[in-house]
């Protein structure tokens, strides 16, 4: 049982929009940062947003991050077949000092 | 351009113990923060750990007992050793550039998120 939650799996058609939820507590989202990746089929995880919503060098504006309260949102534009991946949220965790992960949520360009 | 690659032995058996190392080329391990996390099928990722290069470190409480986490500024490597190891730390194991700022004067901690990545290396623990 992770301490952030997202959904198991979501699905869009290319070119099209969606949304990942990731819900916390005070302790996580409520005062720290939101980041996240996106993990390829067998490979490393990368970074697509941090700071809630910031995007480092490289990473297209199709991808957005926002922070409400104890929820992060990624949002994803345009969807592409190359887009399928797991993506997972993060942060720190205050209370457990610890860093903690949601448990990822499989995207599927249908 | 900074990359990571993690390395060590593949297969330990149940009771040893786990040493992994990471090696960070295209820049210097000083500056930053370094984390190891892992990937198991059933338990999604999981924080192990993280140290600076003035060897100041935060395990997770959950494996603090059996972690230690090193840093070898003349090498710009970082290493983890796990011991007394189980079935349960069967795990693709990843090291990570962390972007954390500690505020010295009022101890405020703000975690940014792991820009940097190793590709991974699999460790199975097995008789």
């Not at chain 1, 887009?83 to 360009?109: H, I």
């Not at chain 2, 750990?49 to 100041?56: K, L, W």
């Amino acid at each position: 049982q992770s301490v952030l939650t997202q959904p198991p799996s979501v699905s869009a058609a290319p070119g099209q929009k969606v949304t990942i939820s990731c819900s916390g507590s005070s302790s996580n989202i409520g005062n720290h940062y939101v980041s996240w990746y996106q993990q390829l089929p067998g490979t490393a995880p990368k970074l697509l947003i941090y700071d809630n919503n910031k995007r480092p060098s490289g990473i297209p504006d199709r991808f957005s991050g926002s922070k409400s309260g104890t929820s992060g949102t990624l949002g994803i534009t345009g969807l592409q077949t190359g887009d399928e991946a797991d993506y997972f949220c993060g942060t720190w965790d205050s209370s457990l000092s610890v860093v903690v992960f949601g448990r990822g949520t499989k995207l599927t360009v249908l | 351009q900074v990359q990571l690659q993690e390395s060590g032995p593949g297969l330990v058996k149940p009771s040893e113990t786990l040493s992994l190392t990471c090696t960070v080329s295209g820049g210097s391990i000083s500056s930053y923060y370094w984390s190891w996390i892992r990937q198991s099928p059933g338990k999604g990722l999981e924080w192990i750990g993280y140290i600076f290069y003035t060897r100041s470190m935060k395990y997770n409480p959950s494996l603090n007992s059996r972690v230690t986490i090193s840093v070898d500024t003349s090498k710009n490597q970082m290493s983890l050793r796990l011991t007394s190891v189980t079935a349960a730390d069967t795990a693709v194991y990843y090291c990570a550039r962390s972007v954390i700022v500690i505020i010295p004067t009022t101890q405020n901690f703000y975690y940014y998120g792991m820009d940097v990545w190793g590709q991974g290396t699999t460790v199975t623990v097995s008789s």
